[in-house]
C-alpha cells in the first residue's frame, strides 16, 4: 500500500511539474533561444512515434505512463535578445499516455519547441482501439500515420536510408495504420482510421483533415510545404497550417501462402489551395487521385516485392528481388524509376525521391560467425526539366570483424560520384551553365571492445575526402570519438563521449549520431574545427519510475561566433541541457 502511494506522489509531482512548465512560458524578449545552428534534428525514436499495443500481452487493466521533457540552451541569439523570436529558450515536451485494458489506450501530446511561445505549441492526441471483434482489427480516432507498399504513395514514419544493412531501405515492412504520439508536426494525419479483416482479406480505410504549411508565391499558390516545425517568429506564425489537406482512402491486401499478398490502394488528396505553375511543382498539377498497387511473392529463398503507382498522367514504380542462399549469401536487387510526381507527404526510397531513375544491387556475405561483409553499389540518373540529366554513383563496402565475443572492428568505405550544374563565365564574358563530376570518399574505421559486463568503450576515426572537377579543389575532413558507457549498480548508466573534428567545407562534414534521453535521437552535423563532449545519465528505479539526463558543450575553434543573422550566439560556444523525467504506475 506504502509503495502505491509513493507512485501516487510521483505522478502528483509530475502533473504539477508539466503545468509550471506550461505557465512558464510566457514570451520574454530577454531569454529566448535561437535555431539549432549545428542542424541537429531531434528524431522521435519508436518510444515516442508508436507504441506497438499488439506486442504487450501484459494482463493489466489499467496502466498509466507520464514523460516531461525539457531541453534548455544555455547560450542565445541575438533574435531572442531583441523580440524576434517569440518565445523562450526551452523546448518542452509533455506526454500522457493511458491503457485502459488490453485493446484500448488514450494519448495526449504538448510541445513546444526552442523560440515559440507556449500559446503556440503543437497539440497531438488520439483514441485507439484493438482487436475490437472478429472483423474489426485497429479502431483509431484522432492522429496516426500511414505506412503502406514501398513507401511511394504513403508513408510518413522514419524511413531507411543507404548503410550497411543493404536489404532494409529497398526491402519495407510496412505497418499499415499506426497510432502515432510525436512531436513530428508534419507527418501524421488527423481523423479516423480503420483496419479490418475478413478471411483472407484486410482492408485499411482512412479520412483525414489537417492543416500543412505551405510556401506561397504572389498569387496564394503553393510552391513547397515546410517540414521544419518550427513556429518562432511573425511570418513563420502568419503561414502556420495555412493550407488545408484532406485526404481519404483504402487499401485491401490480399494474403496468401506463405505471408505473400498483393496489395491494392486508393488515395484522393486535395488542398484548400491550387499548386503554382513552375517546373518544380509540374506535377502536382493533377496529384488529387492515385492507385497504387504492391506486392511480395516468395518461394525458395527467393522473394519479389515493388509498388508501382498511376495517377491521372504519370506511372512510377519500384521492383526488387531478394535471395537468400544456403552459403550464407544474400543478393538484392531494385530497380526504381520516378519520372516526375511525387506525393509530397511520401518517403520512397532514392536520392531525392523524384525526377529519377536508378538501379541499386547490394550482396552480403557472412563466411564465418566472426566475418560479415556487405557491399552496394547504386547508379542513377536524375532527370532535370531545364538541362540534361545528372548521372552519379553510389558505392559501399563494409567488413564487420569479430574478435572473440568482447571486441569488433568495422571498416566503412563509401564513394559517391555525381554530376553537377556548375554556372561559369564563357569567353564572352556571359554566364552559361555546364556540368562537371565532383567526388566523395568516406573511410571510417570503428572499434568495439566490452571490457566488463558493466563498461563498454566505443572509438571512430573517420576521414572525409572531396574533389571538384570543374574548380579543380580538393577538401578533406577528419572526425574521431571515443565513447564510454557504464552500468553503475543495478539502475544506473552513465555514457560519456568526446568528439574532435575538423572539415575544409561543407562537403567534407561528418554526421554523428548521438545516444540521448529516450525518445530523442540527436543527428549531428559538425561543421568547421573544435571539439564536443557529452554525458548523459540515467537512473531507473524498479521500472516505475526513470531519471535521465543529458549535458553536452560545443566548441568551435575556427569561428569567434557560431551561427548567422538572428541565430548568432554571443560566442563560440554551445552548451545544452536535457532533462526528463518517466513515471510508469
Known sequence: MGGINVRILFTFIAIIITVMQTNSQIPDPTISDSLLLIHEDLLDQQSDNEESYEENNENVECKISIRSRMIHREQKGIGYYNGYYSGSVDKIYNRFNIKINQQTTGNFLIEKDAGESYKNRFTSFNFTSINVNHFIRKFIFGDYRLEFGQGLTLWSGNSFQKGSDIVAPVNRKSRGIISTLSADETHFYRGIAVETRWRSLNISSFISSVGRTANLDTNGKIISFDMSGYFRTRNELKRRNNTNQTLTGGRIVYEFLNNNYVGLLFLNTS??????????????????????????????????????????????????????????????????????????????????????????????????????????????????????????????????????????????????????????????????????????????????????????????????????????????????????????????????????????????????????????????????????????ASYNLKNWLKFSGKYSVLLRDDVLKIGTGQDTLPGNRDSRISVQVDVNL
Open 271 to 536: 488542398y484548400s489551395r491550387k499548386f503554382s505553375c513552375n517546373n518544380s511543382t509540374k506535377y502536382y498539377q493533377h496529384p488529387y487521385k492515385m492507385i497504387s498497387a504492391d506486392f511480395k511473392m516468395s518461394a525458395k529463398g527467393i522473394s519479389f516485392y515493388g509498388e508501382m503507382v498511376m495517377t491521372s498522367s504519370l506511372i512510377s514504380g519500384t521492383g526488387s528481388i531478394l535471395i537468400y542462399t544456403g552459403k550464407n549469401i544474400t543478393l538484392v536487387s531494385s530497380y526504381r524509376f520516378y519520372p516526375g510526381f511525387k506525393q509530397p507527404f511520401a518517403m520512397p526510397f532514392g536520392e531525392q525521391g523524384e525526377k529519377e531513375f536508378g538501379l541499386y544491387s547490394g550482396v552480403r556475405y557472412n563466411p564465418f560467425n566472426t566475418l560479415h561483409l556487405s557491399f552496394y553499389y547504386d547508379q542513377y540518373k536524375k532527370i532535370d526539366l531545364n538541362y540534361f540529366p545528372l548521372y552519379g554513383y553510389d558505392f559501399l563496402a563494409d567488413v564487420k570483424y569479430y574478435l572473440k565475443s568482447k571486441l569488433s572492428l568495422v571498416f566503412n568505405y563509401r564513394k559517391r560520384v555525381n554530376e553537377s550544374h556548375y554556372l561559369i563565365k564563357n569567353n564572352a564574358g556571359l554566364t552559361e551553365k555546364i556540368i562537371g563530376w565532383n567526388y566523395r570518399q568516406r573511410f571510417r574505421l570503428t572499434l568495439d571492445y566490452k571490457i566488463s559486463t558493466s563498461i563498454v568503450t566505443r572509438a571512430r576515426m573517420e576521414i572525409n575526402l572531396y574533389r571538384d572537377e570543374i574548380n579543380s579543389s580538393n577538401k578533406s575532413g577528419f572526425l574521431f570519438y571515443h565513447d564510454m558507457i557504464f552500468k553503475i549498480l543495478k539502475y544506473l548508466s552513465v555514457n560519456l563521449r568526446g568528439i574532435y573534428f575538423k572539415n575544409d567545407c561543407n562537403e567534407t562534414v561528418s554526421y554523428e549520431l548521438e545516444r540521448d534521453v529516450d525518445g530523442v535521437r540527436s543527428q549531428i552535423i559538425l561543421y568547421g574545427e573544435g571539439v564536443k563532449f557529452y554525458l548523459l
